[in-house]
């Protein structure tokens, strides 16, 4: 499985991006997405995930939108007013695990490369 994520760059603050991540080698209709983001000096943090269930971490609720297409197997980040605190490379990965909440990294088989956004003030 490969996940190639895409649409990072730099935006003023209150700027939108749009992130997709698209799969190949297996569908992942049944698999919890998920993108993550991690800040020089911090650890990788879950944004958001669709699969039985959409999680947003709090600090991102109201502003981004997670969305994916079963049929082009791909996911989608749309990210609305956007904060000089979300700079950070994001990456997408994929969990087997489908009903629950998962926010840990572990969870996650398969990661993509990762897209840097960075959000000036």
């Known amino acids: 499985v490969q996940l190639q994520a895409s649409g990072g760059g730099l935006v003023q603050t209150g700027g939108s991006l749009s992130l997709t991540c698209a799969a190949s080698?297996?569908?992942?209709?049944?698999?919890?997405m998920g993108w993550f983001r991690q800040a020089p000096g911090k650890e990788r943090e879950l944004v958001a995930h669709?699969?039985?269930?959409?999680y947003y971490t709090d600090s991102v609720k109201g502003r981004f939108t997670i969305s994916r297409d079963t049929a082009k197997n791909t996911v989608y980040l749309q990210m609305n007013s956007l904060k000089p605190e979300d700079t950070a490379v994001y990456y997408c990965?994929?969990?087997?695990?489908?009903?629950?909440?998962?926010?840990?990294?572990?969870?996650?088989?398969?990661w993509g490369q990762g897209t840097q956004v960075t959000v000036s003030s």
């Open positions: 990965a994929a969990s087997p695990y489908y009903s629950g909440i998962y926010t840990e990294l572990r969870k996650y088989d398969y």
């Open positions: 080698g297996r569908t992942l209709s049944a698999y919890t």
């Open positions: 669709i699969g039985k269930r959409i």
